[in-house]
């Protein structure tokens, strides 16, 4: 049974084929199965985010990646959008991931664990005007570096400003991720700084913009690492693809 949409009629890198044959739609279910299942997948959720997640290692230049083992699930975004923030609040730890006020606080692709099989995987942002060019170069190329060429990348999940929608610098990186057919889906951050219903105007906008990219996932997440909002639901995607 399939219980989300998936982004495109096609095979990612990795293999991974999906058609729209698969989805809701076309197989319709039983609204009491339908909420049992996503029931189920939010408990699995809960459960692989309540393991002990540990830093496993922080690496600055594009030939330090370690070798690709295991699945891997990767937060990327504009500097201080809230990518390690995001995390933190995926596994529960307030600062397992380093988060700060000041943008360009991450400085390398840091791996997260809980035993084999699944990396959590915080960026470094792209897009911070303030930061010394050479660096903000450096940062760039790591991260483009790793989306483009990584086998045992499952998903990345690009993070927006719910306050800003996409800008230029993330157009650029998701036509990277269609280029190289990295399944990836775009996930509002800050929710709680909106009112009530805005957030989801954002979202909905911003699924229409993302429309005819071949490798978005057709839904965008609405999320606050601050209230905890849209959390649950990220870390059901997120255990789908754990081993
Ligand atoms: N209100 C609110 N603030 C948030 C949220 N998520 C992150 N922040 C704040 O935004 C700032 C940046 O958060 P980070 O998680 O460090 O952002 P980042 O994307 O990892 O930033 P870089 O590593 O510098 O690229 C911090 O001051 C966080 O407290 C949220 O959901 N709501
Ligand atoms: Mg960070």
Do not use: C
């Amino acid at each position: 049974m399939w219980r989300w949409t998936p982004a495109f009629d096609g095979v990612t890198r990795d293999g991974w084929a999906i058609t729209h044959s698969m989805m809701p739609s076309d197989s319709p279910v039983p609204d009491d199965d339908a909420e049992a299942a996503q029931a189920a997948r939010i408990e699995k959720g809960r459960l692989l985010f309540a393991r002990p997640w540990t830093f496993v290692m922080g690496v600055a230049k594009p030939d330090g990646l370690p070798p690709p083992e295991g699945i891997e699930v990767a937060f990327a975004g504009r500097s201080n959008v809230g990518k390690s923030s995001l995390l933190n609040a995926l596994v529960g730890q307030k600062a397992l991931a380093r988060t700060s006020n000041t943008p360009g606080r991450t400085r390398e692709v840091n791996f997260f664990a809980a035993g084999p099989g699944l990396s959590l995987v915080d960026m470094p942002g792209y897009g911070y005007a303030r930061a010394e060019k050479k660096l903000a170069d450096s940062w760039s190329r790591l991260v483009f570096a790793y989306l483009r060429g990584r086998p045992n990348l499952r998903r990345a999940y690009v993070l927006i400003d719910a306050r800003r929608g996409l800008m230029a610098n993330d157009r650029e990186v998701l036509d990277l991720l269609d280029k190289t057919a990295v399944s990836y889906q775009l996930v509002l951050t800050k929710a709680d700084k909106l009112r009530a219903g805005e957030a989801e105007t954002v979202a909905a906008t911003t699924a229409a913009a993302i429309r005819k990219r071949p490798a978005a996932h057709p839904v965008v997440l609405t999320t606050s690492a601050e209230t905890g909002a849209g959390i649950d639901l990220l870390r059901a995607e997120i255990a789908d693809f754990a081993p």
